[in-house]
């Protein structure tokens, strides 16, 4: 389940269909407050996964460099 946008997606999904079901006004925005949520952790998990494939694509070691490291010309 950890960092699943799929299964966020579907939980947002089902508060959505609560939320149009509900009789209650403050159980109806309960839903949409917990629809809101599992929307934003499915994009947060979703950035995630382009973040480490991104990351994973990338040639080892010569890409990044560490910053504060003062760059030293070579002699």
């Known amino acids: 389940m950890a960092d699943n946008p799929e299964?966020?997606?579907?939980?947002?999904?089902?508060?959505?269909?609560?939320?149009?079901?509900?009789?209650?006004?403050?159980v109806r925005d309960r839903c949409r407050r917990a629809e809101k949520?599992?929307?934003?952790?499915?994009?947060?998990?979703?950035?995630t996964q382009v973040l480490r494939a991104a990351r994973e694509a990338a040639p080892p070691g010569g890409e990044r460099m560490m910053i504060g490291t003062p760059m030293v010309p070579a002699e």
């Open 7 to 26: 299964f966020y997606r579907a939980r947002a999904d089902e508060e959505r269909r609560n939320g149009d079901a509900a009789l209650l006004d403050n």
């Open 37 to 47: 949520a599992w929307d934003e952790m499915a994009s947060r998990a979703e950035r």
